[in-house]
């Protein structure tokens, strides 16, 4: 290519970008102009509700409808998602808690669902995040919720047993863990390697091929694995890009999740009901007399009606022993005439129902 050539390209590229601008603060203004709206129509002691859930899966959705390339639907719909983010923090910034410290797959959750114009706030532990929602010290809270090669993640389904919060979104993120390493770290002598028991998990076939005599320590969180190894020689982290670049470690392997399509759910939790878009998802949690045929019971409903299950997970009710309730995601919104029948022919039979949230099927 000439330089010509390339000076000419640029002058257009610069041309593209002023519109962009212009367009850009244009959408900012009618964001701003959204707030006044809300704003004036409050009724006496409501609220303000900035942030709308529903509109901003349907914004995304659109935005990938009518997408022609070259850029995939996904990053287009990215660069919308932090446009958007950006819109929403001159309305009012969100504050959102996830589970820290900084650096883990739940911040980048966090980010991807709400892009990085929000105050976001790492808690030490899953119930953290939880209280700081029920205490409203903050808008929203991101726990991880399952993983597609490990499974549930125990502590948020039980915390969810305790505290009264309505599930306002998801997240999927595919999940790629790398061996991390410091400056000083003498590759021929790593004697052990820190990561989250979920992680070290995820990539036990890989570790059982590479360092099967070497020590996996168990720790709180893959950035704080990552943060040990910065000041040790003999040591290396399993975790992702985020604490990757934030402890400024080295990728001594890449990629070394034994099933490439790991993945884990997030769950977005707030106390603000979502309205339906048309492509929702409902999760309860139901508990049962312990009978024979009570599962089956709970089950039929969903059948007959052909609601789809995307998920049922069984844990310790912690109120008797042996006693157990169920953590159920299905396909609709509790709002739906079809489902809203489904809910009362459970409740009927049912020791106790709770309705979690209805929410928007995850869109990135
Ligand atoms: O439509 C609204 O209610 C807005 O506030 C505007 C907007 C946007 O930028 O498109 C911003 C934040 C909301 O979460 C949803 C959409």
Request: proline fraction near 5%; include cysteine; charged fraction near 30%.
């Given at each position: 290519m000439s330089e010509q050539e390339l000076k000419a390209l640029r002058v257009?590229?610069?041309?593209?970008d002023e519109k962009i601008l212009e367009l850009i603060s244009?959408?900012?203004?009618?964001?701003?102009?959204?707030?006044?709206?809300?704003?004036?129509?409050?009724?006496?002691?409501?609220?303000?509700?900035?942030?709308?859930?529903?509109?901003?899966?349907?914004?995304?959705?659109?935005?990938?409808?009518?997408?022609?390339?070259?850029?995939?639907?996904?990053?287009?719909?990215?660069?919308?998602?932090?446009?958007?983010?950006?819109?929403?923090?001159?309305?009012?910034?969100?504050?959102?808690?996830?589970?820290?410290?900084?650096?883990?797959?739940?911040?980048?959750?966090?980010?991807?669902?709400f892009g990085h114009a929000v105050v976001s706030k790492p808690m030490a532990a899953i119930d953290e995040v939880f209280r700081e929602v029920v205490a409203g010290a903050v808008n929203f809270g991101v726990v991880p919720v399952e993983n597609s090669t490990e499974g549930a993640v125990n502590h948020t389904l039980d915390s969810f047993l305790e505290h009264d919060m309505v599930i306002c979104?998801?997240?999927?993120?595919?999940?790629?863990?790398?061996?991390?390493?410091?400056?000083?770290?003498k590759t021929d002598a790593i004697t052990r390697i820190y990561s989250h028991a979920q992680s070290l998990a995820q990539c036990r076939k890989w570790l059982d091929a590479h360092y099967p005599n070497v020590e996996r320590i168990a720790v709180s969180s893959n950035a704080e694995a990552a943060k040990r190894v910065k000041g040790e020689w003999n040591s290396a982290a399993i975790a992702g890009d985020m604490a990757a670049s934030l402890y400024g470690l080295q990728r001594l392997a890449e990629k070394i999740e034994d099933r490439p399509d790991n993945s884990t759910r997030f769950l977005i939790i707030g106390n603000q009901e979502v309205p339906p878009t048309g492509d929702d998802k409902t999760s309860i949690i139901v508990s049962m007399s312990n009978r024979p045929g009570a599962l089956h019971e709970l089950l039929v409903p969903f059948h007959d009606n052909g609601i789809d299950l995307t998920r049922i997970e069984t844990r310790p009710s912690r109120s008797g022993k042996w006693t157990y309730v169920f953590f159920i995601d299905f396909v609709g919104h509790h709002r739906d005439p079809l489902i809203k029948g489904v809910l009362e022919k459970i409740s009927q039979e049912a020791v106790a129902l709770k309705v979690l949230g209805s929410y928007p099927k995850a869109v990135l």
């Open positions: 257009r590229i610069d041309t593209l244009d959408r900012a203004r009618c964001a701003e102009e959204v707030a006044r709206v809300k704003m004036a129509s409050l009724a006496e002691g409501e609220k303000p509700v900035f942030y709308r859930p529903e509109r901003e899966a349907q914004v995304l959705k659109r935005v990938m409808e009518r997408n022609k390339g070259p850029l995939s639907n996904e990053e287009m719909a990215r660069l919308f998602r932090e446009v958007m983010s950006s819109c929403l923090a001159l309305e009012n910034p969100l504050h959102v808690a996830y589970l820290g410290p900084e650096g883990t797959f739940t911040q980048a959750a966090a980010m991807k669902h979104g998801e997240v999927e993120l595919r999940i790629h863990h790398h061996l991390l390493i410091g400056e000083n770290t």
